[in-house]
């Protein structure tokens, strides 16, 4: 098995495990949206720190929840076309969208939200509102950390797309 194959294999474990405590973290976020929904209902109770932990956990679920969404292939496509493709045909599209789009969009993003998160971590950023959460910073680097594990699957889906096409057996746990 080849040093790329290996790497592929690391990368997509280390996707799987993150997309698993994702998964808890969007149980805990459903868990708090009720409870703040009935507190406010039924107890005209509210705070503003959970009301933005709200919003924060959303955004961990959604920047993270991507990459692993994308890992499994659960991105939607047109697939009244796609279906028809020859499985050569697929892997070229899916290696071409990984190095054409997928890999330069994520490290584009990664790149602007880093000035992005370091500016506002250089403020030391919180919220606005007064009882609101402290490092705001924090939220914001989600997007660099989001992008780059797309990006990490951007480059297991050149490793593995690519050993295909060239004649390489399917390996390792997700494929192509």
Known sequence: MSLAWKAADAADAL????????AWVVLAMVLLISGNTLARYFFNASTVW????????????????ISIMQLRGTPV?????YQRF???????????????????????????????????????????????????????????????LLAVVALSTLVRCGARLAGRPAGGEHGA
Request: hydrophobic share 55%; aromatic share 18%; net charge negative.
């Open 50 to 65: 959970l009301q933005e932990l709200e919003w924060h956990l959303l955004a961990f679920t959604a920047l993270w929840g």
């Open 77 to 81: 496509r047109v697939d009244l076309f």
């Open 86 to 148: 020859s499985e050569r045909t697929k892997l070229w599209i899916e290696f071409l969208t990984a190095l054409l789009v997928m890999l330069p969009f994520s490290l584009f993003v990664c790149w602007l939200g880093w000035k992005f998160a370091a500016y506002s971590f250089s403020l030391a950023e919180v919220s606005p509102d007064p009882g609101g959460l402290p490092w705001r910073w924090a939220v914001k680097s989600l997007v660099v950390s989001g992008y780059a």
């Open 15 to 22: 996707i799987d495990r993150l997309g698993a405590f994702t």
